[in-house]
């Protein structure tokens, strides 16, 4: 199941940043980082609307609020542009050193400019996506318009931005007017696309062109048509989610590709690695199978996959079928469905009849079997006699040694 989980991380100047980290179905393709735009945050309709479209595309995405935004911790009046990019370098290191380090950048309007900047500085990423982002982060200095005088007379001047008031500081203007996006759009060499609605009266569409002429193949632009800045109306997040998550999955094919064309194991052998999200997922190869085992949320785990004992029931519950299976074909049986209930759990030795361990507590794994068709009593009855006979469940009776080794 899809979830979204809250987390927190130290932003540039060591303060608290709040975050979403949304997972997708079974273990993440890749992970992405999304920037919001300019005195937003993380939970404005089209970051949300991103981040459910691309993880369900099988892409982890870590959307959070910049530093003194939204949930986050400090004072907005004491940031700007090169502090935004220090704090989406940090939430990058916290993906690469909790998770995986992020494949895809994707920044909306000042945040997409952010990203432009970061991305030099990221080398697992692959992909950036922009949408209606400024070719200068000076751009955004019109939205304080008769309140650029107060700010180099006095200091600082308390500006309306979306409805909300904003202390705005003569430094956040020097740090702007030292930016230059496009020197690091040139430089970047990674894939780009460019999403712009042609009306977007925030930030003309002139600064989509100029993204998109400095940067250098593979590049692709996304007309957003008649969509607003914010991305405000339903239909035109949607839209463009469906279209990022469309584009970036050519930049991360190559993982799913190389993971395709993994040498199958060979039979009897399973190798079982840390998959690198949440605390205790796992990821299983089994021969040509990659499988994922989790633990649930009550004892700490992510319940990405089975918990390793399910695996276990599992292995016994499908044995038990495939057994009565092949024996009712040989006998001709007129078998039409086997159906198997499986549970495990511990029981005191002494509660135990049959058992010869006496002390202490032991596991017990209860099976009820349900088989359909026209049968007998004496062919029922046999069938029940065939399921003890399973090999797995010899297996698990039997005195069974495992041997541990370490090795380089």
């Known amino acids: 199941m899809a979830e979204?989980?809250?987390?927190?991380?130290?932003?540039?100047?060591?303060?608290?940043?709040?975050?979403?980290?949304?997972?997708?179905?079974?273990?993440?393709?890749?992970?992405a980082l999304f920037a919001h735009f300019f005195t937003c945050s993380k939970d404005i309709?089209?970051?949300?609307?991103?981040?459910?479209?691309?993880?369900?595309?099988?892409?982890?995405?870590?959307?959070?609020?910049?530093?003194?935004?939204?949930?986050?911790?400090?004072?907005?009046?004491?940031?700007?542009?090169?502090s935004n990019v220090q704090d989406l370098l940090q939430a990058a290191a916290y993906l690469d050193a909790e998770h995986e380090a992020p494949a895809i950048l994707i920044g909306h309007s000042l945040g997409g400019a952010a990203v432009l900047a970061a991305a030099p500085h990221v080398g697992s990423a692959k992909a950036i996506v922009t949408i209606g982002a400024p070719a200068d982060a000076e751009h955004v200095a019109h939205n304080f318009g008769a309140k650029l005088d107060e700010i180099a007379?006095?200091?600082?001047?308390?500006?309306?931005?979306?409805?909300?008031?904003?202390?705005?500081?003569?430094?956040?203007?020097?740090?702007i007017a030292g930016q230059n996006v496009l020197d690091a759009v040139?430089?970047?060499?990674?894939?780009?696309?460019?999403?712009?609605?042609?009306?977007?009266?925030?930030?003309?569409?002139?600064?989509?062109?100029?993204?998109?002429?400095?940067?250098?193949?593979?590049?692709?632009?996304?007309?957003?048509?008649?969509?607003?800045?914010?991305?405000?109306?339903?239909?035109?997040?949607?839209?463009?989610?469906?279209?990022?998550?469309?584009?970036?999955?050519?930049y991360i094919g190559d993982v799913e590709e190389k993971a395709s064309k993994a040498k199958p194991l060979p039979d009897g052998e399973v190798i079982?690695?840390?998959?690198?999200?949440?605390?205790?997922?796992?990821?299983?190869?089994?021969?040509?199978?990659?499988?994922?085992?989790?633990?649930?949320?009550?004892?700490?785990?992510?319940?990405?996959?089975?918990?390793?004992?399910?695996?276990v029931l599992a292995g016994l519950g499908a044995c038990t079928s495939m057994t009565l299976r092949m024996y009712a074909n040989r006998k001709r049986l007129p078998l039409d469905k086997v159906s198997v209930v499986l549970k495990h759990s511990k029981i005191h030795?002494?509660?135990?009849?049959?058992?010869?361990?006496?002390?202490?507590?032991?596991?017990?794994?209860?099976?009820?079997?349900?088989?359909?068709?026209?049968?007998t009593d004496e062919q029922r009855t046999k069938l029940l006699e065939i399921a003890d006979k399973c090999p797995v469940h010899r297996t698990l009776e039997?005195?069974?040694?495992?041997?541990?080794?370490l090795v380089d």
Request: with cysteine; charged share 25%.
């Open 153 to 175: 007379k006095d200091g600082e001047a308390d500006v309306q931005l979306a409805g909300r008031t904003f202390k705005i500081k003569k430094q956040f203007l020097d740090d």
């Open 186 to 250: 040139k430089g970047m060499k990674k894939a780009l696309l460019v999403c712009h609605a042609p009306l977007d009266a925030t930030v003309g569409v002139s600064n989509a062109t100029d993204i998109f002429v400095a940067a250098k193949h593979p590049k692709s632009f996304l007309s957003l048509d008649s969509a607003d800045h914010l991305l405000s109306k339903k239909s035109d997040s949607i839209y463009a989610a469906g279209c990022i998550a469309a584009w970036v999955s050519r």
């Open 398 to 405: 039997n005195e069974v040694k495992v041997r541990t080794s």
């Open 349 to 375: 030795a002494d509660d135990c009849a049959d058992c010869e361990t006496k002390d202490g507590k032991i596991d017990e794994m209860t099976r009820e079997i349900t088989i359909t068709g026209d049968l």
């Open 45 to 82: 309709f089209a970051a949300s609307r991103i981040a459910s479209e691309l993880s369900a595309a099988g892409i982890a995405v870590l959307r959070f609020d910049f530093t003194g935004l939204g949930a986050s911790e400090g004072e907005f009046a004491n940031t700007n542009f090169s």
């Open 4 to 31: 979204s989980r809250k987390i927190e991380f130290p932003g540039h100047s060591g303060e608290t940043l709040a975050a979403r980290l949304d997972f997708p179905d079974g273990a993440p393709k890749a992970f």
């Open 272 to 311: 079982v690695e840390e998959a690198g999200t949440g605390q205790f997922t796992q990821s299983v190869r089994v021969g040509a199978h990659e499988l994922v085992a989790d633990e649930p949320p009550s004892v700490g785990g992510d319940n990405r996959g089975p918990a390793p004992y399910d695996y």
